[in-house]
């Protein structure tokens, strides 16, 4: 019976990770090599997902899981040909709850057994469920559940060894969405860092959202709150977000600035937020779904 069930998860988990397998573009799972970015900062995830690796000399933490198990597992390769010991990553962190940034969190915690999951309390509830909370015309969109080490609230702060990060809650895209900041320095000169969560409206629905009620004064308070926070450098949860294809190309031609952009956050916000203003006027003129 044991084997029968634990054959049914499998199953299960595989059938999850599928789900989304035809309408998933190819840079999401495609490999690509891992690389420092700025001061104790990696990127180690797939070509068109970003997961980041923060190291400190007390152990490391690890900024979203990508889509499904299989890139978990590219994460923990990506890790290791780093020189970095996956058992020295203490804490797995992520930006939200979407099957794209949190699908690879359950293999990667499976995997590393020491390592603790936080995750925001808006979000906890659609990490141990398994599936986005929220109405969406994608629907659920499932992934793999995962049981939440930590919930915690706006400004928590992230403390292990060098790394000293806090949570900044930018609710919109998903109930708890979540952007990071931290501070590095890289050859003498210190940088301010944001991981900033998605502002995209993906699917959500603006006008009679019955699960997320607040939803349109929540993005426009996170477009607020994101405006506000000083950046030098941002790494976003796509690759097309922040070009980073592109800055890794300049940074192998030896520009030492190629990530560090003071003004780029600003510019992100501003185009969220039009596309955003843009997509409510379009639900508001249908009205609501019935």
């Known amino acids: 019976m044991k084997r029968l069930i634990l054959a049914a998860a499998a199953s299960l988990l595989a059938l999850t990770s599928a789900a989304h397998a035809d309408g998933m573009p190819a840079s999401w799972t495609k490999p690509t090599k891992p690389y420092r970015v700025v001061g104790n900062i990696y990127y180690v995830g797939t070509e068109g997902i970003s997961s980041w690796l923060i190291t400190s000399s007390e152990g490391h933490v690890v900024l979203d899981g990508g889509p499904n198990a299989e890139t978990g597992k590219q994460i923990e390769r990506n890790i290791a040909s780093l020189g970095f010991q996956l058992t020295d990553v203490k804490m797995l ?39 986005h909370i929220g109405d969406n015309e994608n629907g659920p969109t499932p992934m793999p559940a995962v049981k939440v080490d930590r919930a915690f609230g706006d400004q928590t702060k992230l403390k292990l060894g060098e790394i000293a990060m806090v949570a900044h809650l930018t609710p919109g895209h998903t109930i708890g969405c979540t952007s990071w900041t931290t501070a590095v320095v890289e050859k003498g ?7 900033p969560c998605s502002l995209s409206v993906a699917g959500n629905a603006l006008v009679g959202n019955k699960t997320h009620r607040t939803i349109v004064a929540d993005y426009r308070a996170s477009f607020a709150k994101l405006r506000a926070i000083p950046t030098d450098v941002m790494l976003p949860a796509h690759e097309e977000q922040g070009n980073l294809l592109a800055k890794r190309q300049k940074q192998l031609r030896g520009d030492p600035n190629a990530f560090v952009d003071p003004a780029e956050l600003a510019r992100f916000v501003d185009a969220s937020e039009a596309a955003f203003n843009k997509e409510l006027a379009r639900q508001q003129a249908a009205g609501p779904k019935r």
């Open 93 to 131: 962190i992520n930006t939200h709850a979407h099957f794209d940034h949190a699908g690879g969190l359950a293999q990667l915690k499976a995997d590393i057994p020491g390592a603790k999951l936080w995750i925001s309390r808006g979000d906890e509830p659609a990490m141990e469920q398994g599936h």
């Open 189 to 195: 000169r210190p940088l301010n860092v944001t991981f």
